[in-house]
C-alpha cells in the first residue's frame, strides 16, 4: 500500500486556470455553446485542482449547483478558475467559475459557477486519504464553511434516498432496482 503525502495543503496549491477557445463543434442547435461542452471542461478543471490537491488520481463523484449566468457565443474564450474549497477524509469539494471572454472587444461575462466532488482513489480504486486544507483569508473560511453545509446537504440526500429504497424494497422486492 502507498503511503501517502498527508502534508497539509493551502487553497493556493490546488488552483487550476483552464483556458480554451469555443468553436463551431461546441455549439447546440441554438447556434450558442452546449452546455455539456461546459460541463465538460468544467469537469477537467476541478479534476485538475482536486489531483493537485490529493497528489494523485481523484474521480469525479457529484456534481452539483451548476448555475448557467448567460449564453457563451462560438469565438468566446472560456476562462476557467478551480481551487479546493474544503477536504474531507478522502473527498475534496472544488468551486469552479467560468469567465466567457471577447477577445475583440476584450469584454467578460461571469457565465457559470459549480461545485463539484471527488474522491481521491488508490491503484485498485479504492478511496485515500487526501491531505486537510489550510485556509487562510477571509474568504477562503467562508468558501470552506459553504462547503461544509453543502456536503451536509449532499449526504442528507444521499442518506435519505438509501433509506427510502431499503423501505421500498422490503414492501416489494425488486421493484426499485431499475431506477
Ligand atoms: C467515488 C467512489 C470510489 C466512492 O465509493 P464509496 O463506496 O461511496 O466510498 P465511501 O462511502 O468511502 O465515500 C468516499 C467519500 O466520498 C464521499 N461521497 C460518497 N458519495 C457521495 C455523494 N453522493 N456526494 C458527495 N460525496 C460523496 C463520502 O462522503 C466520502 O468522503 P470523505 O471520506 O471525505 O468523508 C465510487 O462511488 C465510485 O467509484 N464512483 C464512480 C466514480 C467515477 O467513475 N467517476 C467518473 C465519472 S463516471
Not at 39 to 63: E, F, N, S
Not at 104 to 127: C, K, M, Q, T
Request: hydrophobic share 45%.
Amino acid at each position: 500500500m502507498t503511503d501517502w503525502d498527508l502534508t497539509p495543503k493551502r487553497v493556493a496549491d490546488s488552483h487550476v486556470t483552464l483556458t480554451q477557445m469555443m468553436e463551431v463543434t461546441d455549439a447546440n442547435v441554438g447556434g450558442t455553446v452546449h452546455g455539456g461542452a461546459i460541463m465538460r471542461l468544467v469537469d477537467t478543471a476541478a479534476g485538475l485542482a482536486a489531483i493537485r490537491h490529493a497528489g494523485g488520481l481523484c474521480v469525479t463523484v457529484a456534481i452539483d449547483e451548476m448555475t448557467f449566468l448567460e449564453p457563451v457565443h462560438i469565438g468566446d474564450v472560456l476562462v476557467l478558475k478551480a481551487s479546493v474549497t474544503d477536504a474531507g477524509r478522502t473527498s475534496v469539494e472544488v468551486g469552479v467559475r467560468v469567465d466567457a471572454l471577447d477577445p475583440i472587444s476584450g469584454g467578460s461575462r461571469h457565465a457559470n459557477s459549480a461545485y463539484l466532488v471527488f474522491v481521491a482513489v488508490d491503484e485498485h480504486g479504492v478511496p485515500r486519504p487526501v491531505p486537510p486544507l489550510i485556509v487562510e483569508s477571509e474568504k477562503e473560511k467562508r468558501r470552506q464553511r459553504e462547503a461544509s453545509l453543502r456536503r451536509q446537504a449532499r449526504l442528507a440526500h444521499k442518506a435519505a434516498v438509501k433509506a427510502a429504497r431499503e423501505a421500498e424494497a422490503a414492501e416489494a422486492p425488486g421493484a426499485a432496482e431499475d431506477v
